[in-house]
C-alpha cells in the first residue's frame, strides 16, 4: 500500500485579531509540523468554535486526528471538509483521505468509491489512482477468498446434516434391534399388564378375606388330660 500524503492547508493572509480561527489554524499547523499532534488538535478544535464553517480547520482536524489513529473521528471531519470546501483540489484530499482509511480498514467497496470521487475532482492524482486500481485487485482477491470460505462452511453444514441423517437412522436401527429383543414382560401392553395387575388384587382380597373368616369361627375346646 503506498504512504497516504498528509499535508495540511496552510492560511497565508494575516489578520489582526490574535484570537481569529486563523491563527488558530496557523498554530496547529505549527505544532502538527513540530509531530505535536495533541496540542495541534486543540488548535484546530478552538478554530473551530471560532468558525465552524472553516473547511481547512476541519481537514487540518481530520490530518490530526488520523495522525493518532483516531480513524472514524478523521472521516467525519473529511466529510465535513468536502462538504464545505469549494476548491476541488483540496476537496480531492478530503475523499481521498477517506478512501484510504477505509483501504486500510480492508472496507475496500467505501475506498474505491472515495477514491473515484477523489479522481473526479482531480483526474491527475496518480497516487489516488494507483490505490484505487490497488482496491479493486484487493477487493476482487477478497471476494474470491469469501466466496471459498462460505463454499467450505456450506460443506461442513452439508456434512454435518449427512452425519445427523445417519445417527437418526442408526438410532432407528437400534429402537427395532431393542424391541426385538424385549422379553414378553417388556412387550406388554399397557391394557394387559392393568388386566393382570386388577387381577392380582382381586386375589389378594379374595386372600384376606379367607383370611378373616376363619379367624372369626370359633375354635374347638380340647380335654386335659390327666397323667
Known amino acids: 500500500m503506498r504512504n497516504l500524503i498528509l499535508f495540511l492547508f496552510v492560511l497565508f493572509s494575516l489578520t489582526v485579531n490574535a484570537q481569529s480561527d486563523r491563527r488558530l489554524v496557523r498554530e496547529g499547523n505549527y505544532l502538527y509540523q513540530q509531530k505535536n499532534f495533541a496540542k495541534a488538535e486543540i488548535s484546530y478544535r478552538k478554530a473551530l468554535s471560532k468558525n465552524k464553517l472553516n473547511s481547512q480547520a476541519l481537514y487540518n482536524l481530520g490530518c490530526v486526528l488520523l495522525m493518532q489513529n483516531k480513524d472514524s473521528a478523521a472521516i467525519v471531519q473529511f466529510e465535513k471538509a468536502s462538504k464545505l470546501e469549494h476548491n476541488e483540489f483540496r476537496k480531492s484530499k478530503s475523499f481521498h483521505n477517506i478512501g484510504f482509511i477505509c483501504q486500510s480498514h480492508k472496507m475496500y467497496e467505501q475506498a474505491i468509491a472515495a477514491y473515484k470521487e477523489s479522481l473526479r475532482l482531480n483526474p491527475k492524482d496518480n497516487e489516488t489512482r494507483y490505490n484505487l486500481v490497488l482496491c479493486k485487485h484487493l477487493l476482487k482477491k477478497h471476494g474470491s477468498k469469501q466466496k471459498q470460505q462460505k463454499k467450505q462452511r456450506q460443506n461442513r453444514q452439508n456434512k454435518d446434516k449427512s452425519g445427523q441423517k445417519r445417527q437418526a437412522q442408526e438410532n432407528k436401527s437400534q429402537n427395532k434391534q431393542n424391541k426385538k429383543n424385549q422379553s414378553p414382560i417388556e ?7 392393568e388386566q393382570l395387575l386388577n387381577a392380582a388384587i382381586q386375589e389378594e382380597q379374595a386372600t384376606q378375606q379367607k383370611l378373616k373368616k376363619s379367624m372369626q369361627q370359633p ?7 390327666n397323667w
Open 187 to 193: 412387550k406388554m401392553s399397557k391394557e394387559n399388564a
Open 219 to 225: 375354635r374347638s375346646k380340647h380335654l386335659l388330660k
